[in-house]
DNA sequence: CGAATTTAATAGTATTACTATCAATAATGC
DNA sequence: GCATTATTGATAGTAATACTATTAAATTCG
Protein backbone atom coordinates (compact mmCIF):
# COMPACT_ATOMS: atom_id res chain seq x y z
CA UNK A 1 0.00 0.00 0.00
CA UNK A 2 1.36 3.68 -0.80
CA UNK A 3 2.38 5.91 2.21
CA UNK A 4 1.63 9.75 1.90
CA UNK A 5 2.71 12.29 3.12
CA UNK A 6 1.31 16.05 4.00
CA UNK A 7 2.78 18.91 2.73
CA UNK A 8 3.31 21.25 6.49
CA UNK A 9 4.04 25.01 5.45
CA UNK A 10 8.03 25.11 5.88
CA UNK A 11 7.75 27.66 8.29
CA UNK A 12 6.74 25.52 11.20
CA UNK A 13 10.17 24.34 10.95
CA UNK A 14 13.86 24.66 11.03
CA UNK A 15 14.20 21.40 9.56
CA UNK A 16 11.77 19.21 8.16
CA UNK A 17 10.95 16.27 10.38
CA UNK A 18 9.50 14.00 7.83
CA UNK A 19 12.93 13.87 5.79
CA UNK A 20 15.12 12.30 8.30
CA UNK A 21 15.15 9.15 10.77
CA UNK A 22 15.59 11.27 13.67
CA UNK A 23 13.05 13.81 12.68
CA UNK A 24 10.29 11.26 12.36
CA UNK A 25 11.62 9.67 15.58
CA UNK A 26 10.95 13.51 17.19
CA UNK A 27 7.53 13.51 15.46
CA UNK A 28 6.47 10.52 16.94
CA UNK A 29 7.57 10.58 20.30
CA UNK A 30 6.36 13.87 21.11
CA UNK A 31 2.91 12.84 20.19
CA UNK A 32 3.21 9.83 22.99
CA UNK A 33 4.87 11.90 25.38
CA UNK A 34 2.67 15.00 25.25
CA UNK A 35 -0.62 12.24 25.02
CA UNK A 36 1.26 11.02 28.41
CA UNK A 37 2.53 14.00 29.93
CA UNK A 38 0.58 16.91 28.77
CA UNK A 39 1.88 19.70 27.56
CA UNK A 40 3.20 21.50 30.34
CA UNK A 41 5.00 18.28 31.72
CA UNK A 42 7.10 17.85 28.40
CA UNK A 43 10.22 19.18 27.55
CA UNK A 44 12.62 18.80 24.80
CA UNK A 45 15.18 17.14 27.50
CA UNK A 46 12.61 14.31 28.12
CA UNK A 47 12.50 14.05 24.74
CA UNK A 48 15.79 13.79 23.85
CA UNK A 49 16.20 11.29 26.54
CA UNK A 50 13.42 8.58 24.97
CA UNK A 51 15.01 9.05 21.59
CA UNK A 52 18.33 9.00 22.37
CA UNK A 53 19.14 12.47 20.87
CA UNK A 54 20.08 15.54 22.61
CA UNK A 55 18.19 18.59 23.11
CA UNK A 56 20.22 20.51 20.51
CA UNK A 57 19.82 17.92 18.34
CA UNK A 58 16.03 18.35 18.83
CA UNK A 59 16.51 22.35 18.12
CA UNK A 60 17.22 22.05 15.04
CA UNK A 61 13.72 21.11 13.75
CA UNK A 62 11.88 23.09 15.92
CA UNK A 63 12.41 26.39 17.04
CA UNK A 64 10.81 25.67 20.67
CA UNK A 65 8.33 23.69 21.91
CA UNK A 66 5.28 25.74 21.33
CA UNK A 67 6.46 25.51 17.60
CA UNK A 68 6.26 22.01 17.61
CA UNK A 69 2.47 22.09 18.91
CA UNK A 70 1.70 24.24 16.13
CA UNK A 71 3.23 22.31 13.60
CA UNK A 72 1.42 18.44 15.53
CA UNK A 73 -1.85 20.81 15.42
CA UNK A 74 -1.15 21.79 11.71
CA UNK A 75 -0.46 18.48 10.67
CA UNK A 76 -3.78 17.47 12.71
CA UNK A 77 -6.16 20.03 10.86
CA UNK A 78 -4.44 19.14 6.93
CA UNK A 79 -5.06 15.73 7.66
CA UNK A 80 -8.58 15.84 8.63
CA UNK A 81 -9.21 18.04 5.97
CA UNK A 82 -7.85 15.49 3.42
CA UNK A 83 -10.14 12.65 5.11
CA UNK A 84 -13.36 15.18 4.70
CA UNK A 85 -11.88 15.66 1.23
CA UNK A 86 -11.60 12.08 0.57
CA UNK A 87 -15.20 10.70 2.30
CA UNK A 88 -17.15 13.12 0.38
CA UNK A 89 -15.66 13.00 -2.74
CA UNK A 90 -18.30 12.33 -5.50
CA UNK A 91 -20.91 12.83 -2.93
CA UNK A 92 -23.39 15.91 -4.70
CA UNK A 93 -26.02 16.46 -1.70
CA UNK A 94 -24.35 19.65 0.24
CA UNK A 95 -26.22 18.64 3.20
CA UNK A 96 -24.96 14.80 2.64
CA UNK A 97 -21.24 16.31 2.87
CA UNK A 98 -22.13 18.32 5.75
CA UNK A 99 -23.30 15.31 7.81
CA UNK A 100 -19.97 12.93 6.72
CA UNK A 101 -17.73 15.78 7.83
CA UNK A 102 -19.68 16.49 11.06
CA UNK A 103 -18.99 12.43 11.54
CA UNK A 104 -15.48 12.80 10.78
CA UNK A 105 -14.74 15.75 12.79
CA UNK A 106 -16.52 14.29 15.76
CA UNK A 107 -15.87 10.53 15.66
CA UNK A 108 -12.49 9.08 17.36
CA UNK A 109 -9.56 8.87 15.08
CA UNK A 110 -8.72 5.37 14.18
CA UNK A 111 -5.19 5.14 12.85
CA UNK A 112 -4.64 5.54 9.64
CA UNK A 113 -1.97 3.24 7.74
CA UNK A 114 -1.47 6.03 4.82
CA UNK A 115 0.68 8.05 7.73
CA UNK A 116 2.68 5.03 9.54
CA UNK A 117 5.05 7.62 11.56
CA UNK A 118 1.69 9.04 13.17
CA UNK A 119 -0.61 8.08 16.02
CA UNK A 120 -3.60 9.70 15.36
CA UNK A 121 -5.23 8.33 17.89
CA UNK A 122 -3.01 9.79 20.28
CA UNK A 123 -2.86 13.36 18.35
CA UNK A 124 -6.76 13.59 18.13
CA UNK A 125 -6.38 13.26 22.70
CA UNK A 126 -3.56 16.02 22.48
CA UNK A 127 -5.90 17.97 20.11
CA UNK A 128 -8.47 18.11 22.75
CA UNK A 129 -6.31 19.14 25.26
CA UNK A 130 -3.53 21.42 23.87
CA UNK A 131 -4.83 22.69 20.56
CA UNK A 132 -6.51 26.17 22.15
CA UNK A 133 -2.71 26.79 23.68
CA UNK A 134 -1.48 27.30 20.07
CA UNK A 135 -3.43 30.28 19.23
CA UNK A 136 -3.75 31.75 22.91
CA UNK A 137 -0.91 33.49 23.16
CA UNK A 138 0.32 36.84 23.51
CA UNK A 139 2.60 36.28 19.83
CA UNK A 140 -0.99 34.79 17.83
CA UNK A 141 -0.76 37.44 15.58
CA UNK A 142 2.93 36.72 14.63
CA UNK A 143 1.97 33.33 14.35
CA UNK A 144 -0.26 33.86 12.50
CA UNK A 145 1.73 35.16 9.89
CA UNK A 146 3.86 32.57 9.38
CA UNK A 147 0.54 30.74 8.78
CA UNK A 148 0.62 28.36 11.48
CA UNK A 149 -3.22 28.29 11.54
CA UNK A 150 -3.74 27.93 7.92
CA UNK A 151 -5.03 24.38 7.92
CA UNK A 152 -7.53 25.03 10.74
CA UNK A 153 -8.83 28.30 8.98
CA UNK A 154 -8.97 26.12 5.91
CA UNK A 155 -11.24 23.53 7.21
CA UNK A 156 -13.34 26.06 8.52
CA UNK A 157 -13.68 27.09 5.26
CA UNK A 158 -14.37 23.88 3.75
CA UNK A 159 -17.79 23.37 6.61
CA UNK A 160 -18.73 26.59 6.18
CA UNK A 161 -18.82 25.92 2.19
CA UNK A 162 -21.11 23.07 2.62
CA UNK A 163 -23.33 25.30 4.81
CA UNK A 164 -23.50 28.27 2.70
CA UNK A 165 -24.44 25.28 -0.06
CA UNK A 166 -27.43 24.13 1.76
CA UNK A 167 -28.54 27.69 3.02
CA UNK A 168 -26.75 31.07 1.68
CA UNK A 169 -28.77 33.13 3.45
CA UNK A 170 -27.12 31.76 6.63
CA UNK A 171 -25.01 35.04 7.85
CA UNK A 172 -22.86 33.10 10.36
CA UNK A 173 -21.72 30.18 8.47
CA UNK A 174 -18.19 30.49 9.70
CA UNK A 175 -18.71 31.63 13.44
CA UNK A 176 -21.09 28.56 13.53
CA UNK A 177 -18.14 26.02 12.29
CA UNK A 178 -15.69 27.59 14.37
CA UNK A 179 -17.99 26.94 17.21
CA UNK A 180 -18.66 23.54 16.45
CA UNK A 181 -14.93 23.16 15.81
CA UNK A 182 -13.98 24.26 18.97
CA UNK A 183 -16.76 22.29 20.43
CA UNK A 184 -16.17 19.27 18.97
CA UNK A 185 -13.20 18.80 21.37
CA UNK A 186 -14.48 20.54 24.09
CA UNK A 187 -17.14 18.26 24.80
CA UNK A 188 -14.93 15.20 25.08
CA UNK A 189 -13.08 17.16 27.40
CA UNK A 190 -16.43 18.09 29.46
CA UNK A 191 -17.46 14.82 29.58
CA UNK A 192 -14.38 13.35 31.15
CA UNK A 193 -13.62 15.79 33.39
CA UNK A 194 -16.35 18.30 34.06
CA UNK A 195 -19.33 16.53 33.24
CA UNK A 196 -21.88 18.83 34.87
CA UNK A 197 -21.31 20.89 31.73
CA UNK A 198 -22.42 18.69 29.69
CA UNK A 199 -25.08 15.86 28.93
CA UNK A 200 -22.36 13.90 27.13
CA UNK A 201 -21.41 10.08 28.62
CA UNK A 202 -18.08 9.28 29.08
CA UNK A 203 -17.84 6.31 27.92
CA UNK A 204 -16.84 3.65 24.64
CA UNK A 205 -17.73 5.87 22.23
CA UNK A 206 -20.41 7.25 23.67
CA UNK A 207 -19.40 10.71 23.56
CA UNK A 208 -18.65 10.80 20.08
CA UNK A 209 -21.89 9.60 18.93
CA UNK A 210 -23.44 12.12 21.36
CA UNK A 211 -21.45 15.01 20.45
CA UNK A 212 -22.30 14.25 16.38
CA UNK A 213 -26.03 14.19 17.35
CA UNK A 214 -25.91 17.55 19.35
CA UNK A 215 -23.99 19.62 17.13
CA UNK A 216 -25.59 18.07 13.48
CA UNK A 217 -29.28 19.08 15.04
CA UNK A 218 -27.93 22.18 16.30
CA UNK A 219 -26.46 22.93 13.20
CA UNK A 220 -29.36 22.53 10.90
CA UNK A 221 -31.79 23.80 13.42
CA UNK A 222 -29.81 26.85 13.03
CA UNK A 223 -29.23 26.99 9.18
CA UNK A 224 -32.92 26.32 8.75
CA UNK A 225 -31.75 23.37 6.70
CA UNK B 1 -22.87 53.24 47.80
CA UNK B 2 -22.45 49.73 48.97
CA UNK B 3 -19.42 47.89 48.40
CA UNK B 4 -19.69 44.13 47.95
CA UNK B 5 -17.25 41.10 48.77
CA UNK B 6 -17.58 37.39 46.70
CA UNK B 7 -17.28 34.93 49.08
CA UNK B 8 -14.85 33.02 47.02
CA UNK B 9 -13.94 28.88 47.69
CA UNK B 10 -11.19 28.48 50.58
CA UNK B 11 -9.43 26.16 49.05
CA UNK B 12 -8.47 28.29 46.28
CA UNK B 13 -6.15 30.53 48.27
CA UNK B 14 -3.74 29.77 51.07
CA UNK B 15 -4.90 33.49 52.68
CA UNK B 16 -7.26 35.14 52.21
CA UNK B 17 -6.45 38.06 49.51
CA UNK B 18 -9.77 39.91 50.19
CA UNK B 19 -8.46 40.29 53.80
CA UNK B 20 -5.47 42.36 53.60
CA UNK B 21 -4.11 45.47 52.01
CA UNK B 22 -1.22 43.11 50.63
CA UNK B 23 -3.87 40.75 49.47
CA UNK B 24 -6.00 43.35 47.82
CA UNK B 25 -2.93 44.74 45.97
CA UNK B 26 -2.15 41.11 44.52
CA UNK B 27 -5.46 40.80 43.16
CA UNK B 28 -5.29 43.99 41.68
CA UNK B 29 -1.83 44.02 40.05
CA UNK B 30 -1.93 40.82 38.78
CA UNK B 31 -5.18 41.51 36.69
CA UNK B 32 -3.63 44.28 35.21
CA UNK B 33 -0.01 42.61 34.36
CA UNK B 34 -1.85 39.31 33.06
CA UNK B 35 -4.23 41.59 30.76
CA UNK B 36 -0.78 43.09 29.68
CA UNK B 37 2.11 40.52 29.55
CA UNK B 38 -0.45 37.39 28.70
CA UNK B 39 -0.08 34.46 31.67
CA UNK B 40 2.94 33.51 29.91
CA UNK B 41 4.68 36.66 30.40
CA UNK B 42 3.51 37.59 33.93
CA UNK B 43 5.21 36.24 37.04
CA UNK B 44 5.04 36.85 40.86
CA UNK B 45 8.95 37.94 40.25
CA UNK B 46 7.18 40.86 38.15
CA UNK B 47 4.25 41.12 39.96
CA UNK B 48 5.92 41.69 43.49
CA UNK B 49 8.41 44.21 41.99
CA UNK B 50 5.13 45.90 40.82
CA UNK B 51 4.01 46.48 44.19
CA UNK B 52 6.60 46.03 46.14
CA UNK B 53 6.89 43.25 47.73
CA UNK B 54 8.49 40.22 47.42
CA UNK B 55 7.85 36.46 45.46
CA UNK B 56 7.91 35.00 49.07
CA UNK B 57 4.65 37.07 50.15
CA UNK B 58 2.46 36.46 47.30
CA UNK B 59 3.13 32.67 47.53
CA UNK B 60 2.00 33.28 51.40
CA UNK B 61 -1.75 34.22 49.60
CA UNK B 62 -1.49 31.83 46.76
CA UNK B 63 0.19 28.21 46.36
CA UNK B 64 0.79 28.97 42.56
CA UNK B 65 0.12 31.45 39.36
CA UNK B 66 -1.77 28.42 38.38
CA UNK B 67 -4.04 28.76 41.58
CA UNK B 68 -4.23 32.46 41.09
CA UNK B 69 -5.67 32.36 37.47
CA UNK B 70 -8.39 29.39 38.92
CA UNK B 71 -9.01 31.91 41.63
CA UNK B 72 -9.45 35.31 38.91
CA UNK B 73 -11.90 33.02 37.13
CA UNK B 74 -14.03 31.87 39.97
CA UNK B 75 -14.01 35.10 40.64
CA UNK B 76 -15.32 36.03 37.37
CA UNK B 77 -17.97 33.64 36.86
CA UNK B 78 -19.31 34.19 40.29
CA UNK B 79 -19.06 38.02 39.44
CA UNK B 80 -21.26 37.06 36.53
CA UNK B 81 -23.78 34.59 37.67
CA UNK B 82 -24.87 37.54 39.97
CA UNK B 83 -25.06 40.16 37.40
CA UNK B 84 -27.25 37.56 35.67
CA UNK B 85 -29.62 36.81 38.98
CA UNK B 86 -29.58 40.99 39.69
CA UNK B 87 -30.45 41.97 36.42
CA UNK B 88 -33.30 38.60 35.68
CA UNK B 89 -34.85 39.42 38.97
CA UNK B 90 -38.40 39.93 38.70
CA UNK B 91 -38.50 38.57 35.48
CA UNK B 92 -40.99 36.06 34.96
CA UNK B 93 -40.69 34.98 31.43
CA UNK B 94 -37.78 32.61 30.57
CA UNK B 95 -37.29 33.34 27.38
CA UNK B 96 -36.64 37.13 28.31
CA UNK B 97 -34.55 35.81 31.15
CA UNK B 98 -32.46 33.35 28.85
CA UNK B 99 -31.95 36.76 26.32
CA UNK B 100 -30.78 39.11 29.21
CA UNK B 101 -28.42 36.63 30.46
CA UNK B 102 -27.07 36.32 27.02
CA UNK B 103 -27.03 39.59 26.84
CA UNK B 104 -24.87 39.87 30.02
CA UNK B 105 -22.39 36.72 28.80
CA UNK B 106 -21.89 38.68 25.79
CA UNK B 107 -21.24 42.11 25.99
CA UNK B 108 -18.47 44.26 26.71
CA UNK B 109 -17.67 44.58 30.80
CA UNK B 110 -18.38 47.76 32.58
CA UNK B 111 -16.43 48.32 35.68
CA UNK B 112 -18.72 47.49 39.15
CA UNK B 113 -18.87 50.40 41.37
CA UNK B 114 -19.63 47.86 43.76
CA UNK B 115 -16.04 46.13 43.79
CA UNK B 116 -13.58 49.11 43.52
CA UNK B 117 -10.29 46.62 44.11
CA UNK B 118 -11.54 44.66 40.67
CA UNK B 119 -10.86 45.77 37.11
CA UNK B 120 -13.92 43.85 35.48
CA UNK B 121 -13.25 44.62 31.67
CA UNK B 122 -9.19 44.00 31.73
CA UNK B 123 -10.34 40.97 33.99
CA UNK B 124 -13.01 39.80 30.84
CA UNK B 125 -9.85 40.37 28.57
CA UNK B 126 -8.20 37.61 30.83
CA UNK B 127 -10.98 35.14 30.64
CA UNK B 128 -11.08 35.48 26.90
CA UNK B 129 -7.39 34.95 26.27
CA UNK B 130 -6.53 32.45 29.40
CA UNK B 131 -9.49 30.72 30.90
CA UNK B 132 -9.57 27.47 29.22
CA UNK B 133 -5.91 27.10 30.34
CA UNK B 134 -7.27 27.04 34.14
CA UNK B 135 -8.95 23.49 33.03
CA UNK B 136 -6.95 22.45 29.73
CA UNK B 137 -4.40 20.28 32.47
CA UNK B 138 -3.26 17.08 33.60
CA UNK B 139 -4.14 18.18 36.80
CA UNK B 140 -7.79 19.13 36.42
CA UNK B 141 -9.15 16.53 38.17
CA UNK B 142 -7.78 17.59 41.56
CA UNK B 143 -8.58 20.69 40.69
CA UNK B 144 -11.87 20.11 40.34
CA UNK B 145 -11.96 18.19 43.67
CA UNK B 146 -10.98 21.42 45.46
CA UNK B 147 -14.19 23.24 43.50
CA UNK B 148 -12.10 25.27 41.70
CA UNK B 149 -14.67 25.11 38.48
CA UNK B 150 -18.06 25.74 40.77
CA UNK B 151 -18.88 28.93 39.85
CA UNK B 152 -18.65 27.91 36.11
CA UNK B 153 -20.54 25.00 36.42
CA UNK B 154 -23.14 26.82 38.39
CA UNK B 155 -23.40 29.63 35.83
CA UNK B 156 -24.10 26.55 33.29
CA UNK B 157 -26.33 25.18 35.40
CA UNK B 158 -28.27 28.50 35.59
CA UNK B 159 -28.35 29.46 32.27
CA UNK B 160 -29.31 25.35 31.08
CA UNK B 161 -32.34 26.35 33.95
CA UNK B 162 -33.59 29.11 31.55
CA UNK B 163 -33.27 26.60 28.45
CA UNK B 164 -35.13 23.80 29.98
CA UNK B 165 -38.06 26.03 31.84
CA UNK B 166 -38.95 27.37 27.63
CA UNK B 167 -38.27 23.69 26.48
CA UNK B 168 -38.11 20.72 29.05
CA UNK B 169 -37.73 18.46 25.81
CA UNK B 170 -34.63 19.55 24.50
CA UNK B 171 -31.80 17.20 25.76
CA UNK B 172 -28.58 19.08 25.24
CA UNK B 173 -29.41 21.96 27.74
CA UNK B 174 -25.79 21.50 29.63
CA UNK B 175 -24.03 20.99 26.43
CA UNK B 176 -25.81 23.72 24.30
CA UNK B 177 -24.71 26.53 27.15
CA UNK B 178 -21.61 25.47 27.72
CA UNK B 179 -20.84 26.01 23.84
CA UNK B 180 -22.50 29.10 24.21
CA UNK B 181 -20.28 30.46 26.75
CA UNK B 182 -17.25 28.93 25.07
CA UNK B 183 -18.21 30.56 22.18
CA UNK B 184 -18.66 34.01 24.09
CA UNK B 185 -14.56 34.36 23.87
CA UNK B 186 -13.56 32.19 21.61
CA UNK B 187 -15.14 34.25 18.86
CA UNK B 188 -13.84 37.38 20.15
CA UNK B 189 -10.36 36.11 20.04
CA UNK B 190 -11.17 34.77 16.73
CA UNK B 191 -12.68 37.92 14.96
CA UNK B 192 -9.30 39.88 16.10
CA UNK B 193 -6.52 37.85 15.41
CA UNK B 194 -8.32 34.95 13.37
CA UNK B 195 -10.89 36.66 11.60
CA UNK B 196 -11.10 33.86 8.73
CA UNK B 197 -12.57 31.64 11.63
CA UNK B 198 -15.73 34.09 12.23
CA UNK B 199 -18.21 36.57 10.00
CA UNK B 200 -17.84 38.94 13.41
CA UNK B 201 -16.61 42.60 12.61
CA UNK B 202 -13.76 43.14 15.71
CA UNK B 203 -14.49 47.01 16.72
CA UNK B 204 -15.99 48.66 19.05
CA UNK B 205 -18.62 46.99 20.51
CA UNK B 206 -20.00 45.47 17.06
CA UNK B 207 -18.18 42.27 17.90
CA UNK B 208 -20.23 42.00 21.14
CA UNK B 209 -23.53 42.62 19.66
CA UNK B 210 -22.60 40.65 16.32
CA UNK B 211 -22.13 37.82 18.81
CA UNK B 212 -25.57 38.43 20.63
CA UNK B 213 -26.81 37.72 17.88
CA UNK B 214 -25.15 34.73 16.66
CA UNK B 215 -25.74 32.75 19.46
CA UNK B 216 -29.44 33.58 20.65
CA UNK B 217 -29.94 33.39 17.22
CA UNK B 218 -28.35 29.84 17.34
CA UNK B 219 -29.69 28.75 21.04
CA UNK B 220 -33.58 29.98 20.03
CA UNK B 221 -33.65 27.65 16.66
CA UNK B 222 -32.37 24.95 18.11
CA UNK B 223 -34.53 24.64 21.46
CA UNK B 224 -37.58 25.20 18.88
CA UNK B 225 -38.48 28.15 20.92
C1' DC C 1 4.98 43.83 78.92
C1' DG C 2 6.65 39.75 76.96
C1' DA C 3 5.65 35.39 74.57
C1' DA C 4 3.65 33.62 70.68
C1' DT C 5 2.42 34.04 66.26
C1' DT C 6 2.20 36.10 61.90
C1' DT C 7 4.36 38.38 58.10
C1' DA C 8 8.23 40.00 55.37
C1' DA C 9 12.86 39.84 53.36
C1' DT C 10 16.91 37.33 51.84
C1' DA C 11 18.88 33.82 49.78
C1' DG C 12 18.93 29.57 47.66
C1' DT C 13 17.55 25.26 44.57
C1' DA C 14 15.99 22.51 40.83
C1' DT C 15 14.27 22.85 36.43
C1' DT C 16 13.25 24.93 32.04
C1' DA C 17 14.11 26.73 27.66
C1' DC C 18 17.29 27.72 25.20
C1' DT C 19 22.40 28.78 22.90
C1' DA C 20 27.22 28.02 21.79
C1' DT C 21 31.07 25.32 20.64
C1' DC C 22 33.45 21.71 18.71
C1' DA C 23 34.30 16.95 17.52
C1' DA C 24 32.54 12.79 15.18
C1' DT C 25 30.09 10.80 11.60
C1' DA C 26 27.53 10.34 7.38
C1' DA C 27 26.22 11.77 2.85
C1' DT C 28 27.45 13.96 -1.61
C1' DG C 29 30.14 15.65 -5.45
C1' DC C 30 33.93 15.46 -8.51
C1' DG D 1 38.70 7.64 -3.40
C1' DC D 2 38.96 11.71 -1.24
C1' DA D 3 37.63 16.26 -0.16
C1' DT D 4 33.70 19.02 0.93
C1' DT D 5 29.69 19.74 3.25
C1' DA D 6 25.94 18.72 6.03
C1' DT D 7 24.22 16.50 10.09
C1' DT D 8 24.40 14.83 14.60
C1' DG D 9 26.32 14.23 19.19
C1' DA D 10 28.53 15.60 23.41
C1' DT D 11 29.37 18.99 26.64
C1' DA D 12 28.81 23.07 28.75
C1' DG D 13 26.71 27.21 29.85
C1' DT D 14 23.04 31.07 30.65
C1' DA D 15 19.07 33.59 32.04
C1' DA D 16 14.79 33.00 33.81
C1' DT D 17 11.12 30.48 36.23
C1' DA D 18 8.72 28.46 39.95
C1' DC D 19 9.21 27.56 44.23
C1' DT D 20 11.31 26.68 49.29
C1' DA D 21 13.90 27.30 53.46
C1' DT D 22 15.72 30.28 56.78
C1' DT D 23 16.01 34.13 59.32
C1' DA D 24 14.49 38.86 60.74
C1' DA D 25 10.93 42.10 61.88
C1' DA D 26 6.45 43.33 63.17
C1' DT D 27 2.09 42.44 65.27
C1' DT D 28 -1.16 40.33 68.33
C1' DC D 29 -2.77 38.67 72.49
C1' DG D 30 -3.03 37.15 77.30
Redesign the pocket.
Known sequence: MATLRLQINEKLFL?DPQ?????RKIIQSSIKMIDELGL???????L?AE???????????F?????LLIYLMAWYWNWLEYQIDFATNNIKDPQERLAIAMKMITEVNVNDDYFPDIDETALQRIVIYESDKAYLTKHVDDDNKDGSFLGYKSLCEKVASFIKEINPNYDYAHALTSTCLEASHQQIFFSRHLPRLTEHQYKEGKVHEDNYNFLMDMILKTIDA
Do not use: D, N
Request: hydrophobic letters at 25%; charged letters at 35%.
Open positions: RETVLGEGFTFKKSIQSTEASIYRYESKHK
